[in-house]
């Protein structure tokens, strides 16, 4: 498969040139930069790595300005160094040029050996592809992706910005994650989870009994790995479309929301996989999207802020208050809270100040 080909080589070309960056690190002290490696690269293409040479110019480049971003937000401490990657773990290509794209197919420039000429000549194909939705405006790039299972997708980015904001509520919500309940709104709301991961835990069981008595590397231990990959898919796609709705909602009904910092790496290590399967830091970075998208604000309170265990009335802090107390009532005031609504309000408060219930 031509596409399967391409990203091999792409997964090639990533891990020379953070060989290279690593090299050229231990040797200066300095990273090369986007603007030393590109220069190399056509070297490369000339001399050592022709065999490269048959995939687009700027879809090469996109891996080497990949690198260099990721090594830019590592500088800015919004992500970790790149690492080496194996050949099925490689999925994605950038086209900026080189292609025409109609409905429901994609042309694709690439570059073949003529051995009558023997030089490089273009070669064109053709992609079909389910053509589900509309773009809008021009488009800027085309993105490739392959997934787990091996299903090859094709992503269309235009420079169309145009939404429809919703219209202002003047409502404020202060939003507390949990484990049992998966979100505690300031306003008395309680919002659980499906927990998808947990409802397909039978069937898990069955395709990884089914994995474990097959031969390793065979056709059949690979058509179950499949499976398995194929399922996995379908948990994702589960929470990942229940977050989106979940967000629109909140989206539609406040204009200020609020939430709290987790540190999602102590908590991973304590439930592990509940953690994993409630999915806080996706359905955040959704909200943020979602937010941006229809001119709401967002703010999260940080990870050392007070929110549980100050009362939201008076504001006496109760040292007292355990894990396991999930109601309980304020010795200075005598009111009576649900340990989740607290704190909802209380990052509520701690966002935008003091909350007046109207009455």
Same mark, same amino acid.
């Given at each position: 498969?031509?596409?399967?080909?391409? %990203?091999?080589?792409?997964?090639?070309?990533?891990?020379?040139?953070?060989?290279?960056?690593?090299?050229? &690190?231990?040797? &200066?002290?300095?990273?090369?930069?986007?603007?030393? %490696?590109?220069?190399?690269?056509?070297?490369?293409?000339?001399?050592?790595?022709?065999? #490269?040479?048959?995939?687009?110019?700027?879809?090469?480049?996109?891996?080497?300005?990949?690198?260099?971003?990721?090594?830019?937000? @590592?500088?800015?401490?919004?992500?970790?160094?790149?690492?080496?990657?194996?050949?099925?773990?490689?999925?994605?290509?950038?086209?900026?040029?080189?292609?025409?794209?109609?409905?429901?197919?994609?042309?694709?420039?690439?570059?073949?050996?003529?051995?009558?000429?023997?030089?490089?000549?273009?070669?064109?194909? #053709? @992609?079909? +592809?389910?053509?589900?939705?509309?773009?809008?405006?021009?488009?800027?790039?085309? /993105?490739?992706?392959?997934?787990?299972?091996?299903?090859?997708?094709?992503?269309?980015?235009?420079?169309?910005?145009?939404?429809?904001?919703?219209?202002?509520?003047?409502?404020?919500?202060?939003?507390?994650?949990?484990?049992?309940?998966?979100?505690? %709104?300031?306003?008395?709301?309680?919002?659980?989870?499906?927990?998808?991961?947990?409802?397909?835990?039978? /069937?898990?069981?069955?395709? &990884?009994?089914?994995?474990?008595?097959?031969?390793?590397?065979?056709?059949?231990?690979?058509?179950?790995?499949?499976?398995?990959?194929?399922?996995? !898919?379908?948990?994702?796609?589960?929470?990942?479309?229940?977050?989106?709705?979940?967000?629109?909602?909140?989206?539609?009904?406040?204009?200020?929301?609020?939430?709290?910092?987790?540190?999602?790496?102590?908590?991973?290590?304590?439930?592990?996989?509940?953690?994993?399967?409630?999915? +806080?830091?996706? @359905?955040?970075?959704?909200?943020?999207?979602?937010?941006?998208?229809?001119?709401?604000?967002?703010?999260?309170?940080?990870?050392?802020?007070?929110?549980?265990?100050?009362?939201?009335?008076?504001?006496?802090?109760?040292?007292?208050?355990?894990?396991?107390?999930?109601?309980? !009532?304020?010795?200075?005031?005598?009111?009576?809270?649900?340990?989740?609504?607290?704190?909802?309000?209380?990052? %509520?408060?701690?966002?935008?100040?003091?909350?007046?219930?109207?009455?």
């Amino acid at each position: 498969m031509r596409l399967g080909n391409m %990203l091999d080589d792409l997964c090639d070309v990533h891990n020379h040139f953070l060989r290279l960056e690593k090299r050229y &690190y231990r040797i &200066y002290g300095k990273y090369a930069g986007r603007y030393r %490696l590109q220069p190399h690269l056509t070297k490369l293409l000339q001399r050592t790595h022709k065999h #490269w040479a048959w995939i687009p110019r700027d879809t090469l480049d996109a891996v080497i300005i990949r690198l260099d971003t990721t090594y830019e937000r @590592f500088f800015d401490g919004l992500g970790g160094l790149p690492k080496f990657k194996r050949k099925d773990r490689y999925r994605s290509a950038k086209f900026q040029s080189g292609y025409k794209l109609e409905a429901g197919r994609v042309r694709l420039s690439f570059k073949a050996w003529d051995e009558s000429s023997e030089s490089l000549k273009f070669n064109k194909r #053709w @992609f079909s +592809f389910h053509h589900h939705r509309d773009w809008k405006g021009e488009v800027r790039y085309l /993105q490739i992706l392959r997934d787990s299972v091996g299903t090859y997708w094709l992503y269309v980015v235009t420079d169309d910005s145009t939404t429809e904001p919703y219209l202002a509520t003047g409502e404020s919500v202060g939003i507390d994650f949990g484990m049992e309940t998966y979100l505690t %709104l300031n306003t008395g709301e309680k919002i659980q989870s499906p927990e998808f991961l947990k409802q397909s835990l039978t /069937q898990l069981r069955k395709l &990884y009994k089914s994995l474990s008595r097959k031969i390793k590397g065979s056709n059949n231990w690979w058509r179950a790995v499949r499976q398995l990959a194929r399922l996995y !898919r379908h948990i994702a796609n589960q929470r990942r479309d229940w977050h989106f709705k979940l967000a629109t909602d909140l989206c539609r009904r406040f204009d200020l929301i609020t939430t709290e910092t987790l540190n999602l790496a102590g908590m991973k290590r304590l439930w592990g996989r509940k953690v994993s399967d409630l999915s +806080f830091g996706q @359905f955040v970075d959704i909200l943020k999207f979602k937010c941006f998208k229809h001119n709401r604000d967002f703010h999260q309170v940080g990870q050392w802020t007070a929110t549980t265990k100050p009362c939201s009335d008076c504001g006496f802090h109760n040292e007292n208050l355990s894990l396991s107390d999930r109601q309980w !009532r304020c010795p200075e005031c005598g009111s009576h809270h649900d340990r989740d609504i607290n704190a909802a309000r209380n990052i %509520l408060r701690a966002a935008c100040g003091p909350v007046v219930e109207q009455t």
